[in-house]
């Protein structure tokens, strides 16, 4: 069977997306009750990092190692689509391991090294899509809300790549989902029109109004407003996103018992208050901690 690879998440069905929640939750229990087991004994995963990475990079490397593989870090020296054409280097570096994880600063690069390359090739974060953090996410949603059938997803902020990935997920498992965002950082619309071709009937919500956003979410999402690569324009859009601040009137306006999600790393004071973040609602630390799980449940229905 030909790999297969995870640029974003228009390349996993429903059903397939549904299947590697069912084994990143079997693995999760397994692990909470102390159980590794094997079952990757020997495969070799690489991580390929143009940006920084504390969760993508150190979660896929314990990952791998709890179903008894082996990771490399692969720094700049290797120098793909410098040292060598980026077709050259797929094809030899998928000679040595079964999977890449890649975090490119373009989208483009990302598919390059999928096309070219004979193992699979998994998106750890590109400028328009970061698919193992939604994968996450909804996995999350799901064990906050006992099951996705009447969750609702709110996010506000910048429709950026984690929102991207946000949206295809809900439109995939049918998770109604609401965006706000100020007037021109909204999705785009090619974007748009494939999200809707891939799941017609989907439930979603763009407004530049926060409260319309989160009322009734089971929980409400926010990203910094300025990604790893926009540094520059950190000051415009600060000017831009300060009405959508997640804080407690925000949270207010969401379901009583809503929870918070936030990808991290957050700004705390800008895209979300302490009280939100570090509060009673926030879930953040139980995302972190799903990216391990989920990512063994995808390495595991890819490579097992
Ligand atoms: N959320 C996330 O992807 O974090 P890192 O940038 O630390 O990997
Ligand atoms: N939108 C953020 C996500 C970081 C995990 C960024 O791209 O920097």
Known sequence: MAKRHVISLFDLTS?????????SAELKSEFLRGVRRPSLNGHVLGLLFEKPSLRTRVSFEAAITHLGGNSMFLGADVGWGSREPVPDFARVISQ????????????E?????AENATCSVINGLTDVAHPCQALTDLFTLQEIAGSLDTARLAYVGDAN??????????AKLGVPFSIAHPNGYGFQHAFLDRVMEAAPGFELLQTE??????VDATAVY??????????????RRGEAFADYQVNDRIMASAKSDASFLHCLPARRGEEVTPEVIDGPQSAVIQQAENRMHVQKGLLQWLLG
């Not at 690069?109 to 090294?113: A, G, I, N, T, W």
């Not at 790549?161 to 809900?170: R, T």
Request: aromatic content about 6%; some cysteine.
């Open 222 to 235: 926010t990203d910094v407003w300025a990604s790893m690569g926009q540094e520059d324009e950190r000051v």
């Open 96 to 107: 040595y391991v079964d999977v890449v994880v890649c975090r490119a600063k373009t989208h």
């Open 15 to 23: 059903e397939e997306i549904r299947q590697v929640f069912k084994i």
């Open 209 to 214: 109004d926060p409260i319309e956003a989160v």
């Open 109 to 113: 690069r990302v598919e390059e090294l």
């Open 161 to 170: 790549n984690v929102a991207c990935s946000l949206a295809v997920a809900s």
